[in-house]
């Protein structure tokens, strides 16, 4: 059976700030608290981020599933560990003066494992909204996010 979990963060930053740090493999490193970059391994059918390319973003291997900038972002993961048949989908909303972020995953969890996962998918996301949010908000030159041609 599907499970579901979702966090939001608020930012003052704009959702086309937020969105290029979504889609842009690189900027992970800079914000998501990773132990190692996030890196683009394959480009998307239209656009080097877009639908199609496939980032390695540790631990995962992703794939890009949806893409509608500034609003919505989605992946998939191809490999990685648990769970199974994880789609992630982030939406940015305005929101008073700034941007809702919306994580959102469905995945498939094993056999008496859905619980734990749900809570620890819930925290990862909760710190990754949570991270995307501050750092939009300062991002510095040098940021892969910023560099032209970004997504």
């Given at each position: 059976?599907?499970?579901?979990?979702?966090?939001?963060?608020?930012?003052?930053?704009?959702a086309e700030?937020?969105?290029k740090h979504l889609a842009v493999a690189e900027a992970w490193g800079e914000w998501g608290g990773?132990?190692?970059?996030?890196k683009r391994e394959s480009a998307g059918d239209d656009r080097p981020n877009g639908i199609g390319a496939v980032r390695r973003v540790?631990?995962?291997?992703?794939?890009?599933?949806?893409?509608?900038?500034?609003?919505h972002y989605g992946y998939i993961v191809l490999t990685g560990p648990p769970p199974r048949r994880l789609r992630v989908d982030v939406t940015l909303e305005p929101h008073h003066s700034g941007t809702l972020i919306r994580w959102h995953g469905t995945f498939d969890?094993?056999?008496?494992?859905?619980?734990?996962?749900?809570?620890?998918?819930?925290?990862?996301?909760?710190s990754y909204a949570r991270r995307a949010a501050r750092h939009a908000?300062?991002?510095?030159?040098?940021?892969?996010?910023?560099?032209p041609g970004a997504i």
């Open positions: 059976m599907p499970q579901e979990i979702e966090a939001t963060a608020t930012s003052r930053a704009t700030v937020i969105f990773l132990w190692t970059r996030g540790p631990p995962w291997r992703e794939e890009v599933v949806a893409w509608d900038p500034p609003k969890a094993f056999p008496g494992t859905g619980r734990v996962m749900r809570a620890l998918l819930h925290r990862r996301f909760g908000e300062r991002c510095e030159p040098g940021c892969p996010a910023r560099l």
